[in-house]
């Protein structure tokens, strides 16, 4: 099995101590720094932005992941590339034209994700994903850390996993969403490339140990 890359959510980091939580996911085995942006808007909840993501760049080593939960996503995207974000991911749900969206992200210098709801079929992608560098896979309903893993997600990465295939293009599955120690395995052996993980990672007793256990070394 190939081992998933593995970005850390700094959601669920202690934001008194960012710099030390930064730098602990940079000397760790992670791949990414995931950072979630939401609005209040397109979901209920606010997070944080770019002052702060501006903040965590600064220390950050490894590659910027940013999930947009926010509406109207292409007001933002020049300002993302700006302050270092390397792989940006809007909503599905969030665009009304996504294929320009995803070429003015191309456009910015960066990779260009897509995020889907639970409720949105991978089918759905079918006429944008030779476009797509990343599909991240939500496998909760966006908007808060720490929630319960929907079981479905397995069958939607397979399926995605099959379109990616027919069409021999280089997408990335990315999961987000309640990934732990305990789905993990099944996840990448469903198709997941890199799994996503907040809580998991950061409640951990250990966190630098909790992140190589998901990358898969034990
Ligand atoms: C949820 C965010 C996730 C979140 C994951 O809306 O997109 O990235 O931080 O947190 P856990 O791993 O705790 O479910
Ligand atoms: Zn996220």
Not at 107 to 115: F, I, L, Q, R
Not at 117 to 129: C, E, G, I, M, R
């Amino acid at each position: 099995m190939h081992r998933p890359l593995i970005a850390p959510s700094l959601l669920a980091a202690d934001f008194g101590n960012l710099q030390r939580d930064v730098e602990m996911v940079n000397h760790s085995v992670a791949d990414w720094h995931h950072i979630d942006v939401m609005d209040g808007l397109f979901v209920p909840n606010i997070s944080y932005g770019m002052p702060v993501i501006k903040a965590i760049k600064k220390h950050a080593t490894k590659p910027l992941d940013v999930h947009l939960m926010i509406v109207d996503p292409d007001r933002y995207i020049q300002t993302f590339a700006d302050i270092g974000a390397d792989v940006l991911s809007v909503h599905y749900e969030a665009c009304t034209h996504l294929h320009r969206s995803l070429q003015a992200i191309h456009a910015a210098g960066m990779k260009a994700g897509v995020a889907i709801n639970p409720h949105t079929p991978v089918s759905f992608l079918a006429d944008t994903l030779e476009n797509i560098d990343l599909v991240c896979v939500m496998s909760v309903n966006p908007g808060f850390g720490g929630q319960r893993f929907i079981q479905n997600t397995y069958r939607k990465i397979t399926e995605l996993k099959s379109m990616i295939e027919e069409r021999k293009c280089s997408t990335l599955i990315e999961v987000d969403g309640g990934v732990t120690l305990e789905n993990a395995p099944k996840l990448v052996s469903a198709g997941a490339d890199v799994l996503v993980a907040g809580s998991s990672v950061f409640g951990a007793d250990n966190p630098t140990d909790a992140i190589r256990l998901l990358a898969g070394n034990q």
